[in-house]
């Protein structure tokens, strides 16, 4: 009965070992992915690898609870060799080692697969040498701790080696983390831009229901409770015209016959985004920190002609 009690509990720590393992080294590789995208700029805006902050923070999430997890397992499984309660030639030692080798194996091989796939898509190739490397890097530490663990012959003494590994691999994932929080945004930060998003996304809502009644009446409407229930298709509903904070309707003023601009409180610039291409922002709509007042001019679309067939018809 202990000797089946402690076979579950070696897999246990082997399998959840395994599922940490596969966590904190691919958001490793993505951390250093990100900051290669970042550091190194492509000329073409919607080139594939961009930077993502997005991509950047669930490696983030990632490391922070799997690191320690996996860790902490590879201590037990240490502590439990030395001890003798997990014999050298334990059989759930032996497969579940190799099992994490060809598992590692398999996600390592689909990974320098979709950085392959990048480059022959149009990926820069100093990218493209830098991720292999890495992918590369993670894979031969992952592989030699392995391989060395279940090849050596004494596992009842300390041993440097795999403290060197131990250790190192500890340094490595921690300076990755660390680094990554330069290259995010805070938290604060984040709500900040979300909110003066959803400020943007009213006012491109604004904008269409404007369009569509200048469409209709050949004028600018007086105001904006006017687009409310209309007849048309493009006309909106209050809550489209009001300010998420203060659930006031927002400033509208008349410029010209086919001109007008939309005011509103925001709490982040995005004009400071508008000169990185790792940034996706509308030029339409680009605001500075505080009360803004946006121009916008009527966009016709009856006056915009159709790109003439490149299909010819048919002799007869």
């Not at 940490?20 to 993505?30: C, I, K, P, R, Y």
């Not at 983030?60 to 502590?79: E, G």
């Not at 300076?175 to 400020?199: G, H, N, Y």
């Not at 003023?253 to 982040?268: P, Q, R, V």
Request: glycine share 4%; proline share 3%.
């Amino acid at each position: 009965m202990s000797n089946t009690n402690n076979s579950a509990k070696f897999a246990f720590f082997y399998m959840l070992s395994l599922v940490a393992l596969v966590f904190m080294s691919l958001a490793t590789g993505m951390i250093i992915f990100q900051i290669i995208n970042k550091k190194i700029l492509d000329v073409l805006a919607m080139a594939p690898g961009g930077f993502s902050q997005d991509a950047l923070k669930f490696a983030i999430s990632a490391i922070i609870i799997a690191t320690p997890i996996y860790f902490v397992m590879i201590w037990l499984i240490n502590k439990n060799l030395l001890s003798g309660k997990l014999e050298r030639e334990s059989g759930i030692r032996k497969w579940l080692t190799y099992f994490i080798l060809l598992v590692s194996a398999v996600v390592m091989i689909g990974w320098l697969i979709a950085t392959i796939n990048s480059f022959l898509n149009g990926e820069l190739t100093v990218k493209f040498i830098l991720k292999s490397l890495t992918a590369i890097l993670i894979a031969a530490l992952i592989f030699s701790y392995y391989l060395y663990d279940i090849r050596r012959a004494d596992v009842s003494k300390n041993n440097n080696i795999i403290r060197m590994y131990f250790y190192g691999s500890i340094v490595l994932v921690a300076a990755a983390l660390i680094a990554s929080f330069f290259f995010i945004d805070s938290p604060l930060t984040v709500r900040e831009q979300k909110f003066d998003q959803t400020i943007i996304n009213k006012f491109s809502q604004i904008d269409s229901a404007i369009n569509g009644y200048y469409g209709e009446n050949k004028k600018l409407p007086e105001n904006l409770k006017v687009l409310i229930n209309g007849d048309s298709t493009y006309y909106i509903i209050e809550s489209d015209l009001t300010d998420p904070v203060t659930n006031k309707i927002f400033d509208y003023n008349i410029k010209s016959k086919d001109g007008y601009e939309l005011c509103a409180t925001f709490k982040t610039s995005s004009k400071n985004l508008s000169k990185d291409r790792n940034y996706y922002f509308d030029a339409r709509w680009l605001h500075d920190v505080g009360y803004q007042c946006l121009k916008q001019k009527i966009v016709m679309m009856n006056n915009i002609k159709p790109a003439p067939s490149s299909i010819s018809a048919p002799v007869r």
